[in-house]
């Protein structure tokens, strides 16, 4: 079980980089629906939509982190941070300051990714 100054660090930590990732999300929002760019060069269209798709997956793994993030805070809520949902035992401290959204313990996860590695063979 984590302590109270561990509980609200993860808190803390969580909220920020949530509120950072929201943030971010809202400048693209913004930068992409300023339509005063136009480029009469086909190849200078082509960099601009390129660079917009990258950033574009960028922001797409940031919304699956915000849903991680938002489930970490949950599960800070409802006690059960830093439990594996495997095997039921406490998270490393070094597991949870390295993944804080993290819901495996590094052993139950090593088992899981070695599983998918058998199961793409």
Do not use: H, W
């Not at 798709?53 to 059960?80: H, Q």
């Amino acid at each position: 079980m984590l302590s109270k100054k561990k509980q609200k660090y993860f808190e803390e930590l969580l909220t920020k980089r949530l509120t950072d990732l929201l943030d971010e999300a809202n400048k693209t929002v913004s930068g992409m629906t300023d339509f005063r760019e136009n480029f009469p060069d086909p190849t200078d269209r082509a960099t601009l939509e390129a660079d917009r798709n990258f950033t574009l997956r960028i922001r797409d793994r940031e919304r699956r982190l915000i849903g991680k993030i938002r489930d970490a805070l949950e599960r800070l809520d409802n006690g059960t941070f830093g439990i594996c949902e495997e095997c039921e035992e406490e998270i490393s401290d070094e597991r949870l300051m390295a993944r804080p959204v993290t819901t495996s313990c590094i052993n139950c996860k090593k088992n899981q990714e070695n599983q998918e590695r058998l199961k793409g063979q």
